[in-house]
């Protein structure tokens, strides 16, 4: 994204994760995290994870059909942040074996897509 | 926390104890030619749940589901009439398959091969030079399949001189229930499929007990073992025909849960309580309906999973999340993405175990297998679907057909 804002105001800390975990589909972001690395799963969850509380805060001060590009960019990466809470916080050191098995199940449809 | 509640608890073992206590023929659960008895006493027989009313909203309407047990191709169809009606995806003319678009709209269905003209209720409304043909356009319609619905939930049976009406098949107490649950209001839903080296029944017992939970998701479903109730069983049973239900001890560990899960679930049970889907006396109860399907009534997380036979030693499951409405806001959506997530990552937890079960069973190596009074459900799988083969083996041996 080359410096350029993505995200609503007040969520600065997060802009470098855009480019990486902002995907918009459920699919995309079950693949994603199923490929990153520990490192980066731990990075992202240490930014994302406290701010949390303020970018629902943020993103539900408007009906879901009003949020503008920013805003869904955020949501998205709220929703990876979903992903991830699993695989660090509950998995842990088991998420290689956990992504290898979730590999057969293969996401067909979700009401969490935004395209 | 209701403490005395918690004391109270005991395992519904003697719920099952009707079911019997002896061993399991293994052969159930890997035999090619057991299967093949199964295949047409079962499932070429039975009401199998297929799709939801949400997925047909109007008509016009239509589904195309693959039964690979039956080698059928079933169109699921809204006439204009508003009636649900069911199709071999087979032209009459000459078993060229109709449809290929998995859903959609149509205002009827037409043959690529020699464009035989079908409407909504299958009836053949054209068909180019049809007056060389030495038929009557009233003996060529689609071949039906019985589909009927139930708390939003769409059944066929592909036997449908002799299916008896879902409602019977189903019972009042199921019929009751299942017109309560959030299925039933549901307007959308998120699935996964997945394809498993496993039998069906294998494949299917793993989410009937609540044995292996301790064992196998250990992280995930901490919140699930409490002191009272180390393995986190249910706190009773329910048998019904062919049929069989749990309700789940209510009392987890909410301090199990991080922050994080905190807030997401919170969400989402908020959500919940808006819609009117809590409390509701299906919230914490699991319905197993015969043969492959079940679904869980709760209002954050209300889903089902059907387990399709694909031979003797393999099977497709679908697992759905359905939803009241679509979301309205961003937290909504958020606890929608997670309760998803979740139901697909513990799942996970399960593929493997499954897998090792049918590679031991596989090795031919064990006569029979266990159930302990708590994996009672599986035992009424079993009982239900042995007397349904020996009853079928009777009959072909009668007609002198392989059975």
Redesign the interface.
């Known amino acids: 994204m080359n410096g350029e804002v993505c995200l609503p105001a007040g969520f600065a800390a997060l802009e470098g994760f855009v480019a990486g975990w902002a995907s918009p589909t459920t699919a995309a972001r079950a693949a994603r995290r199923s490929a990153s690395t520990p490192a980066e799963r731990e990075a992202f969850f240490a930014a994302a994870a406290p701010l949390l509380e303020a970018a629902m805060a943020h993103l539900d001060s408007r009906p879901l059909a009003e949020l503008d590009a920013a805003d869904k960019r955020l949501l998205a990466l709220m929703m990876a942040l979903g992903h991830v809470q699993m695989a660090v916080e509950v998995h842990r050191e088991m998420e290689p074996q956990h992504a290898a098995l979730r590999e057969a199940m293969v996401i067909t449809r979700s009401v969490s897509d935004l395209v | 926390m209701n403490v005395e509640a918690r004391m109270a608890f005991r395992p519904p073992v003697d719920q099952t104890a009707w079911l019997g206590s002896d061993p399991i023929p293994a052969k159930a659960y890997y035999d090619p030619e057991y299967y093949e008895a199964e295949r047409k006493a079962i499932f070429c027989r039975s009401w199998l749940q297929i799709g939801h009313v949400c997925e047909l909203p109007e008509p016009g309407s239509f589904i195309r589901r693959e039964l690979e047990f039956a080698d059928a191709s079933i169109l699921i169809v809204r006439g204009k009439d508003d009636v649900l009606r069911g199709f071999h995806n087979v032209c009459t003319h000459r078993a060229t398959q109709l449809v290929r678009d998995a859903e959609g709209r149509a205002n009827g269905f037409v043959c690529p091969y020699h464009m035989w003209n079908f409407g909504l209720d299958g009836r053949l409304r054209s068909a180019p030079d049809f007056e060389n043909f030495f038929l009557a356009k009233e003996d060529c319609a689609l071949k039906q399949v019985a589909v009927d619905s139930c708390g939003g939930l769409i059944f066929v049976n592909l036997s449908p001189a002799s299916a008896p009406p879902l409602k019977e098949f189903l019972g009042e107490y199921l019929v009751d229930r299942l017109a309560r649950t959030p299925c039933a209001r549901a307007t ?9 080296d496993a039998n069906w029944k294998l494949d299917y017992d793993n989410f009937q007990e609540s044995y292996h939970l301790k064992f196998i998701h250990p ?2 479903g901490a919140a699930t073992f409490t002191p009272e109730n180390p393995f986190g069983y249910p706190e009773s049973f329910g048998f019904h025909g062919p049929h069989r239900t749990q309700m789940f001890w209510p009392h987890v560990d909410v301090d199990a849960a ?4 905190k ?2 679930f919170g ?1 989402g049970a908020r959500f919940a309580m808006e819609k009117g889907l809590m409390p509701n006396p299906t919230n914490r109860e699991y319905y197993a309906l015969f043969p492959n399907f079940f679904l869980f009534g709760s209002p954050t997380q209300h889903f089902s999973h059907t387990v399709y036979p694909l031979s003797a030693r393999r099977s497709r499951g679908v ?1 759905r999340i359905y ?1 009241v409405g ?9 606890a ?3 309760s ?3 139901v ?2 513990v ?3 399960d ?2 175990v499954i897998r090792a079960g049918q590679r031991g069973l596989n090795s031919g190596v064990l006569e029979h297998l266990h159930f302990q009074a708590m994996e009672g459900l599986c035992r009424h799988l079993f009982n239900v679907s042995n007397a349904m083969v020996e009853e079928y083996r009777r009959e072909a041996a009668g007609t002198g057909d392989a059975a």
């Open positions: 959308e839903f998120s699935e996964y499929v997945y394809e498993l992280r995930s991080t922050p994080t899960q807030l997401i969400a697992i939803w679509p979301a309205q806001s961003a937290s909504e959506m958020l929608r993405e997670y998803f997530l979740v697909r990552d799942h996970s937890e593929v493997g």
